[in-house]
């Protein structure tokens, strides 16, 4: 990361090498991990971007209940307060949660991640419980320290609809309010999009867990925003299949969330990584604008941009990912035309600096500025470090 140049370098602490089982007193090796890899940054003027909650939770609380019960994010408001006390001498720049999204939706909705639970009432509730957990983390972290900046990160998108048809233009509304308005508007509004709380109303337990108050407490003020972006989204009603493939898109062969009647299509001929995304650099643009327009002119961190392909080591021992290079450069072209739009943002992360077991899809897509040699360990900047390493040391883009 020195050699690289970054002023800051964003990381996760895992709940559960803090505390195994969910509660209890702290596993102090953990900490003493974490408090080796500050101190690391911090003596080469790297500044700790720490992210709270980025997935794993400790089983036992999953055997609870996981993130269905309430009782989980009182957990996690204790958890934090010892990451608080431990850390926060080093630590100013704090983010509660990582895409809350993939831990309700994925994890309780779809089942495609951990714990692997097909029901969208409790994912509904894990949603809500969610943004309680961090809701209740801001004050904590807020008393770490006199300059300490609070924040989320949320995966937010672009929903375009294939076609001017009203149903297709409902299609993306649905999307949005799904994957966006379900953890802006509360953030920023004290509010859940009452065309979300409509159609999972007959979902339960859903949003009926929450309770007096805790909008308010969700809501409490932020210093920052994080926002994870990868690729837009072109979708229409799921009921307009045959409509979408005369229309020269290629259709999914199955729905991730059936209920929101939403397909999400492919332009033939488009560029796509390996993870099947769409390459479009200016749905970060219009997601930006979006987001100063209708939420919040605080300050925003890109927490998360970047792709994934497929990268090999050449026989001159060579990464040469052009592609990455293409992608990041037509991305942070984007977040300099909403700057010029008086969008306030202030940093930019890539997912990320090593390849990485990358969830549901395990060591099979890598994202890595750097190569990682899995079975060794051996580490290896790619084309895309060294271009990065040049924008950095010339703050800008030819």
Known sequence: MHQLGVGSYRFSVAWTRIQPDGKGPANQAGLDFYRRLIDGLLERDIEPTLTLYHWDLPQALEDQGGWVSRDTAERFAEYVDIVAHALGDGVTRWITLNEPWCSAWLGYGSGRHAPGVHDLGRAAAANHHLLLAHGLA??????????????????LGVFRPGTDHEEDVAAAQRADGNLNRLFLEPVFHARYPEDMLDHYAGFAPGFSVVRDGDLTTISTPLDFLGINYYFPGTVMDSTRASEARAAGYLVPLSEQFPDLR??????????????GWEVDASGLAELLIRIKEEYTSLPIYITENGAAFDDYVDPNGHVLDHERIDYLRDHMTAVHDALNAGVNVQGYFVWSLLDNFEWSCGYSRRFGIVWVDFPTGDRLPKASFHWYATVIAENGLT
């Not at 939403?262 to 993870?275: A, H, I, K, Y």
């Open 262 to 275: 939403v397909l999400s299509l492919e332009t033939p001929g488009s560029e796509t990584t390996s993870m």
């Open 138 to 155: 801001v004050p904590i972290l807020r008393a770490a320290g006199p300059k300490t900046e609070v924040g989320i990160t949320l995966n």
